[in-house]
Every structure is written in C-alpha cells, then in structure tokens.
C-alpha cells in the first residue's frame, strides 16, 4: 500500500512469516503486536511490545519516537495488523512490515 505525502512516498509492505523471522534473527527489529492487551497476556512473540490497534494513533510518537525503526506488525489473524501498518505508514514510519497474524506464526510463543 502506498500513501502520497507532501514530498515523500511511504509504504508499508506485507512480508511472510519465514521473511519476518529472518529481520528478527539478522536485523535491528521492533515487533509490535496490535491485539488487546488480554490477547497478549494469552501468548505474544518474544521480544514483542504491545500497542493496542483502537490507541495505536494516541501513544506510538511516545512508545516509538524514530520514523526509521524497521517495525514489524502482528496481530491475531492479520486484519488488525494490516490496519495498524497503514496507519503506521500515514505517520510517517518508513519502514513498516505487516506479517499478518500469529495464528500463522511458527516460531516461539512467550506466554
């Protein structure tokens, strides 16, 4: 998806779950999961950070105040997330990657 702004195009793209597993182990990632925080408690991503999709737009200046963060975005079954990404990328994050839902995820679960 991309979004025009005043002199910069930004986009966030949709990675797999292999190519969201590879930034983890080779990159300087942020994983940000975008279920309620009772979906989180149940069992999250190691390393994850919990943003609510519904207060996402009021708290990620303060949680995540660099628009070069390479942000990778969960949810549930990946309709939260791919929301969440647009809304990312239209603040200005630059390097935004929904990887859909952890319903999906094959790797470690944090509970």
């Known amino acids: 998806m991309v979004f025009a702004g005043c002199d910069t ?9 292999d190519e969201a597993i590879y930034m ?12 309620t925080p009772a979906e989180f408690s149940s ?6 950070i919990s943003l609510e999709l519904n207060e996402i737009r009021f708290v990620v200046n303060y949680v ?6 390479t942000i990778l975005v969960y949810c ?4 939260r997330s ?6 990312l990328a239209e603040m200005g994050y630059r390097n935004v990657y929904d ?8 790797g470690e679960i944090q509970y």
């Open 24 to 35: 983890m182990a080779t990159q300087d990632v942020l994983i940000v999961d975008v279920r």
């Open 64 to 69: 995540i105040p660099d628009v070069n963060q």
């Open 9 to 17: 195009t930004i986009e966030h793209k949709t990675i797999t779950t």
């Open 82 to 87: 791919a929301e969440a990404s647009a809304i």
């Open 76 to 79: 549930r079954s990946g309709v």
């Open 99 to 106: 990887f859909g839902g952890i319903l999906s995820w094959t």
């Open 43 to 48: 069992g999250h991503i190691p390393g994850a």
